[in-house]
């Protein structure tokens, strides 16, 4: 059994989370690392990391969840998840690619209609649809919230 620890972020974890969110080719934007919570082995190296994204004074977001790929299926990100969804009061949307809605849905998070959607998640939809219509990419952006 793997070891580690999850904890709060400090300041030297800011580029060891850059990597896992660069790594893990998910978006980079708003990785303050206030807002983090890290996983680190007892030697010190960041594994895990995950935030709780405001947008607004009503909207919280999930965002960047990313595991070492080392470490992967070890139960990293549930930890993460779950200590971050203890903190946060619902509602809580999350975006992420298709095929892992239903990792998600284990955590409550149900898929949001378009129309529905607040403004920020609105727009990021619309991006991805281009890009991913640009790439022939199979995999669609899935919007998701939990109450």
């Known amino acids: 059994m793997v070891e580690f620890i999850i904890r709060p972020a400090l300041?030297?974890?800011?580029?060891?989370?850059?990597?896992?969110?660069?790594?893990a080719k998910i978006n980079p934007t708003g990785l303050d690392w206030r807002r983090f919570?890290?996983?680190?082995?007892?030697?010190g190296r960041t594994i895990g990391c995950g935030q709780i994204k405001p947008h607004g004074e009503e909207i919280r977001e999930l965002a960047?969840?990313?595991v070492d790929t080392g470490y992967r299926g070890n139960g990293i990100a549930r930890l993460i998840i779950t200590n971050l969804l203890s903190n946060t009061p619902p509602p809580i949307y999350l975006m992420c690619r298709s095929p892992l809605g239903s990792f998600y849905m284990k955590f409550g998070f149900l898929p949001v209609e378009f129309d529905s959607l607040p403004t920020y998640f609105r727009r990021m939809a619309r991006l991805a649809k281009i890009f991913s219509n640009l790439s022939r990419d199979t995999d669609r952006l899935l919007v998701m919230k939990r109450d």
């Open 64 to 66: 960047s969840i990313a």
């Open 11 to 23: 300041s030297e974890d800011s580029g060891p989370i850059r990597d896992l969110i660069h790594q």
């Open 37 to 43: 919570l890290v996983v680190v082995t007892p030697g």
